[in-house]
């Protein structure tokens, strides 16, 4: 049996309820560190790719998840759509990493939220994201 979970960081609330979320994850909310927001999860046999690394499309799931989840944190929407979402491969995930994304909104008007993130395992970046959210 895979221990990865356990290792998550205190306070790590699961965040995977329901649908697609489910299915990919599990992805956790940690706790904030001033006005950037954390997330993470564990990576699993489930998240590789045929090379043996974290799988890239899986990567680009948790960021889209982290900066929408920041973006309604931000905005107090209770929905945001992705506009358009930007990423840089860094670096590999390996099995049994945790890996966490810190996001930070760059700039919010009425209806639009800018965000940056960067998602890493330790010291290692495995990848950079910035993206565009709607608030509905």
Same mark, same amino acid.
């Given at each position: 049996?895979?221990?990865?979970?356990? %290792? =998550?960081?205190? @306070? +790590?609330?699961?965040? $995977? #309820?329901?649908?697609? !979320?489910?299915?990919?994850?599990?992805?956790? *909310? &940690?706790?904030?560190?001033?006005?950037?927001?954390?997330?993470?999860?564990?990576?699993?046999?489930?998240?590789?790719?045929?090379?043996?690394?974290?799988?890239?499309?899986?990567?680009?799931?948790?960021?889209?998840?982290?900066?929408?989840?920041?973006? %309604? =944190?931000?905005? @107090? +929407?209770?929905?945001? $759509? #992705?506009?358009?979402? !930007?990423?840089?491969?860094?670096?590999?995930? *390996? &099995?049994?990493?945790?890996?966490?994304?810190?996001?930070?909104?760059?700039?919010?008007?009425?209806?639009?939220?800018?965000?940056?993130?960067?998602?890493?395992?330790?010291?290692?970046?495995?990848?950079?994201?910035?993206?565009?959210?709607?608030?509905?």
């Amino acid at each position: 049996m895979d221990t990865a979970p356990n %290792r =998550l960081p205190e @306070g +790590a609330e699961d965040i $995977s #309820t329901g649908g697609f !979320n489910r299915f990919a994850g599990p992805f956790y *909310r &940690l706790p904030d560190e001033g006005a950037v927001r954390r997330f993470a999860f564990a990576a699993l046999e489930k998240h590789m790719n045929g090379a043996g690394t974290v799988h890239g499309g899986l990567l680009m799931t948790f960021a889209d998840i982290a900066m929408s989840r920041t973006s %309604r =944190l931000a905005s @107090g +929407a209770k929905s945001c $759509s #992705t506009v358009s979402l !930007n990423c840089d491969f860094v670096g590999p995930g *390996r &099995l049994g990493d945790i890996v966490e994304i810190r996001v930070s909104v760059s700039r919010q008007t009425r209806t639009l939220v800018f965000l940056t993130a960067i998602v890493f395992c330790g010291e290692r970046v495995l990848m950079n994201a910035s993206g565009l959210w709607r608030i509905a």
